[in-house]
């Protein structure tokens, strides 16, 4: 792990391998750690960076207003990297669609895994799901917090908890209870958005952009996936990952390894 200061941030990540970059943003569920499968292998071929963004993981967040998708270019500008690929899981792909329209000159490329998009609503039938699975938990209780969680986004909606490997719940759980606590102290600091969001704005997506899901993740995930790839104008839709849900990487990375390999420049 190295640290390095971005806008006013320490923050953590690891790097490895040579050739063209690429930058891997995690899940808001989780942290830099989800990557360990596709870091050895995209390592063979590229630069590849693992971000832990503000506040998450080993990163610090300084009480000052900033924006994630800011924090990524900082990170190649302090890296001296001119263009890099983005590739993202969850939160994480909503911060690299932000960056890449913020700043479309300094990516070459999305990857997009499970990705929701700045500006996007959650369905009726989303909010009724999280109530049904995760309920009203004590936001303090990190520990119950962080199952339920995991039940709506690594188990999934189609799925029952004894159909997953049990290291991937107990991982998935351990990163989790990690993450809320980022997210408890981010509610206290202005953290910026993209304005306009990028829900309206991914015809502006210019790099090629490949977006794929989980089987067994929210419908309102893959609608969005068929959305990305649809109106993004160099966008590719990979097939759903059967038995597969929110963090795709971390539970198929042969699938996803396999997709990333060639499409990255």
Known sequence: MTKIDINGAQLAYDESGTGTAVVLLH?????????????????????????????????????APFAHHDDVIGLLDALGIERAALVGCSFGGRVAVDAALAHPERVSALALFGAPVSGNEWSEETEQLWEELVGDVDPEDFAATAAGEVRFWV???????????????????????????????????????????????????????????????????????????????????????????????????????????????
Do not use: C, K
Request: glycine share 6%; no cysteine.
């Open 155 to 265: 188990v999934g909606p189609t799925r029952r908890p004894e159909d997953v490997d049990p290291e991937l719940i107990r991982f998935a759980e351990e990163m989790d209870r990690r993450a809320l606590a980022a997210e408890q102290a981010l509610s206290a600091i202005e953290v910026g958005e993209l304005d306009p969001p990028a829900i309206d704005r991914l015809g502006e997506l210019r790099v090629p952009v490949l977006v794929g899901t989980g089987a067994d993740d929210l419908a309102d995930i893959r609608r969005l996936a068929d959305r990305i790839a649809d109106e993004a104008p160099n966008g590719v839709r990979l097939p759903d990952v059967p038995n597969a849900a929110h963090l795709l990487p971390l539970e198929r990375p042969t699938e996803v390894n396999t997709a990333l390999l060639p499409f990255l420049p």
């Open 27 to 63: 899940a808001g569920i989780a942290d830099r750690r989800m990557w360990r499968e596709q870091v050895p292998a995209l390592a063979q071929r590229h630069r590849v960076i693992a971000l832990d963004l503000r506040g998450y993981g080993d990163s610090e967040l300084p009480p």
